[in-house]
């Protein structure tokens, strides 16, 4: 017999990267929801992805303990601490083949700060937005499921391949570890996320808005597992109910092949156009020079050797413990890029060439 999970109800949410492309998603749907939402945002940040949006803003830094005192003092909320969560989506996602020293201090230190701070208020809940990479990767062919997070050294951040793999992976192990010590927490682990209300530029915004707009000329063989931002939205709110503290769920969809995502691209755009597939070994070989020309145009980059390691890996990932537990149910990918087309033209952001068709 499975185990009942009895359902938390939270008086108010506290979502870190607000205005992010996971963090507004999220906040809309907790504010839809009738939740009383408080939200981070960085000193400075244009805060146009949560215009309208009857959300309280508070700036700091997870980088700076000090500047998180905002988010945290509900002094004048009447909301108790055991009754306020925290939804931590604040992150670096970086697909560079470069170390940079800023994405461990966000994604690593930034969440011990977090963790810090939780357990120093007596917070009810913490959410935490691992990565499915932070689970180390097995050979092609096996689905990749949760790690148990009680084995010993694991999510060492030894296991995986990758600046961004590695800090997810110690940034898991320090929410985790900080359970046996009064934390509620829940780890969810989202795959590649897409989908519309990215008011930023994200990887995978990007190479829609280069296909859309004639730029993308050519792909590599490989997929990966790309999951509707709001499917991982409405699944972190299902882990603040319904989640097991100290278990860790994958906020999957389905492994794509990239040469689908394509089709399905052009049947949306109405493009007719015919893209090269590039040869493996030779993406691999220009990879540094497209880092570097992404670079000049300060543009996300589409193809580096990370990206396309991770293009070659094992990406078969099983939400069935999210389904079961969370009733988690991720929509269809074409329903996905639909959407995200039809935002992205609404935005103004696709201006696609004369003749494109």
Same mark, same amino acid.
Request: glycine share 10%; proline share 2%; no cysteine.
């Given at each position: 017999m499975m185990e009942r999970t009895t359902e938390k109800r939270f008086g108010l949410y506290l979502v870190t990267g607000a205005l992010g492309h996971l963090g507004n998603t999220l906040v809309r749907q907790l504010i839809d929801r009738g939740a009383r939402v408080r939200g981070l945002v960085l000193p400075g940040d244009d805060s146009s992805a949560l215009e309208n949006v009857p959300v309280e803003l508070v700036q700091g830094d997870i980088r700076d303990p000090a500047s998180l005192d905002a988010l945290f003092d509900m002094s004048d909320t009447g909301?108790?601490?055991?009754?306020?969560?925290?939804?931590?989506?604040?992150?670096?996602?970086?697909?560079?083949? %470069?170390?940079?020293? %800023?994405?461990?201090?966000?994604?690593?230190?930034?969440?011990?700060?977090?963790?810090?701070a939780c357990l120093r208020t007596g917070i009810g809940r913490l959410v935490y937005t691992s990565s499915v990479h932070a689970i180390p990767e097995l050979t092609k062919g096996k689905t990749i499921v949760e790690l148990d997070g009680k084995i010993e050294g694991s999510f060492s951040g030894r296991e995986v391949i990758g600046l961004y793999a590695k800090t997810k992976a110690m940034a898991t192990r320090i929410v985790l570890d900080a359970v046996p010590h009064g934390l509620d927490a829940v780890v969810v682990h989202p795959s590649g996320i897409v989908g519309p209300g990215d008011y930023g530029n994200a990887h995978m915004t990007q190479m829609v808005l280069d296909y859309m707009q004639g730029?993308?000329?050519?792909?590599?063989?490989?997929?990966?597992?790309?999951?509707?931002?709001?499917?991982?939205?409405?699944?972190?709110?299902?882990?603040?109910?319904?989640?097991?503290?100290?278990?860790?769920?994958?906020?999957?969809?389905?492994?794509?092949?990239?040469?689908?995502?394509? %089709?399905?691209? !052009?049947?949306?755009?109405?493009?007719? !156009?015919?893209?090269t597939l590039l040869p493996m070994a030779l993406a691999r070989l220009t990879a540094p020079l497209a880092e570097l020309w992404y670079k000049l145009l300060k543009q996300p980059?589409? /193809?580096?050797?990370?990206?396309?390691?991770?293009?070659?890996?094992?990406?078969? /990932?099983?939400?069935?413990k999210a389904t079961a537990e969370l009733g988690y149910h991720p929509r269809p990918l074409d329903e996905t890029l639909e959407d995200m087309v039809a935002w992205l033209r609404a935005q103004g952001r696709i201006r696609e060439p004369?003749?494109?068709s």
């Open positions: 909301v108790s601490p055991d009754r306020t969560v925290v939804m931590h989506t604040a992150g670096i996602v970086s697909i560079a083949s %470069k170390f940079q020293q %800023k994405v461990v201090d966000v994604n690593v230190q930034g969440t011990r700060n977090i963790v810090d730029r993308l000329t050519a792909y590599v063989r490989g997929g990966y597992d790309f999951v509707d931002v709001r499917d991982v939205a409405a699944g972190m709110i299902s882990a603040a109910e319904k989640g097991k503290s100290g278990e860790a769920y994958i906020l999957s969809n389905r492994y794509v092949d990239l040469g689908e995502l394509m %089709k399905l691209l !052009r049947g949306i755009s109405g493009h007719r !156009r015919v893209l980059p589409l /193809f580096t050797r990370y990206s396309l390691y991770t293009l070659d890996s094992n990406a078969q /990932f099983s939400h069935e004369a003749g494109a």
